[in-house]
């Protein structure tokens, strides 16, 4: 029998990208597994979305820094405060557990500075593109999960991530800065495209434990598929193909 | 008479900077101008403190970006919620009059972006004692500013800064970090005496009216001497020498 738990001290390989099909979205109910089935140790889950959270508000604070104007300044600092406030309250359920939010965010950090820096973008709107897609990927992921927490828990955690979301601002944000200049518009649709699979890695990393056959990988497929074609509507949205 | 009050389209001069006894506590109260007498116009008002709550915002999510550890990151991500939600507070109450709060603040900038780029720091240690001390003696001289509002407005302005300070949280930061790097404490000691100047400077920009003349500008030493004597217990507090 698989064993879909944590795994203490499990490795999660960079190199065990998950083989995606984002265009299918007929895989079929039958295979599939609901994530909530691979849902990883509370300690696991709380590091991995907080520091995730910490990541969003460290991209949407430089977005701030280096936004043209006020008004989109004060746009993105509202942004801002949405994922510091999520950061806070997830940190708040970690110091809750009796633990020490840092250590144990180091602790699981395995993956998260890398897939910051890959997904790092070099001008204002490539990095906004990141914050919105890669965001809204790992919020949906981490909602999923929450579903294989303990009942309280999880209801807790459905509670920070149902409170707010910077989705509208960004997308708002996005929406005039295409109209500004629509010629942005093909390369911010690639560079969206190209934040998928780091995004898809770095959640995978937070499962209970990774797939271990292609069978599995089958099974789990269909998961990443639908947060895909999610992605795919907030593309959509903007007017960028995905 | 002299005219204290703001003057619409008054230019502020950069050459102007106050000429400051700062060693000296003994200019006696006789003398004494508190600065309620000189309290801008409200709108003046409102959109220089809340764009100096967003340099403050800035300032300590860069410093989040940049910090050594997670510990480190945490204590800084609490210090950057305070600044944003003082800011916020601020916003809202241009909200408030019916303005456009971007509008407003772009309309008083003058000499902020300025500001913003002469106290910058090199390293994240520079760019923490350029934070706790602008941010010291910013919110200090707003809260004494604040005499010359309107009763209810002056109410609600020293509730917002009375509500939480960032400075517990970068004062803990910055001696954990001297008590690291003793050898670090000569040239901060350096550099918070040299961001002083650029803040009484951007202080200044925001009052009613420049001093006029060199009658007022000795009326109006004594009060930047308490800052500024506020400033040195602030440094003494990290064993910095002011």
Do not use: C
């Not at 001008?123 to 890669?134: M, P, R, Y």
């Not at 309280?152 to 149902?162: G, H, V």
Request: charged share 20%; glycine share 6%; net charge neutral.
């Amino acid at each position: 029998m698989v064993n879909w738990f944590w795994r203490k001290g499990a490795k999660r390989s960079w190199v065990d990208a998950p083989k995606l099909r984002p265009r299918s979205e007929d895989s079929g109910s039958a295979t599939r597994v609901d994530l909530a089935e691979l849902a990883p140790h509370r300690e696991q889950f709380l590091a991995q979305a907080a520091y995730l959270q910490l990541v969003a508000f460290e991209g949407l604070s430089a977005s701030v820094a280096t936004a043209p104007d006020l008004a989109a300044k004060e746009r993105l600092t509202r942004a801002a405060a949405i994922a510091l406030e999520k950061h806070h309250a997830l940190v708040a359920e970690i110091t809750r557990t009796g633990a020490d939010a840092a250590t144990v965010m180091q602790a699981h950090s395995a993956g998260i500075p890398f897939f910051q820096h890959a997904t790092r973008g070099d001008t204002w709107a490539e990095s906004l593109v990141t914050t919105h897609i890669t965001g809204g990927i790992l919020d949906d992921f981490f909602v999923r999960v929450a579903g294989g927490l303990p009942d309280d828990l999880e209801r807790r955690i459905r509670a920070i991530y149902a409170s707010a979301s910077h989705e509208p601002l960004l997308s708002e944000q996005l929406r005039i800065l295409i109209e500004l200049q629509p010629t942005q518009a093909a390369h911010l649709a690639m560079w969206g495209r190209r934040l998928v699979g780091d995004t898809i890695l770095v959640a995978r990393s937070a499962l209970a434990a990774p797939p271990s056959s292609a069978n599995d990988e089958a099974r789990i497929e269909p998961v990443f598929t639908e947060l895909i074609a999610a992605h795919t509507r907030r593309m959509d949205a903007l007017g960028l193909t995905a």
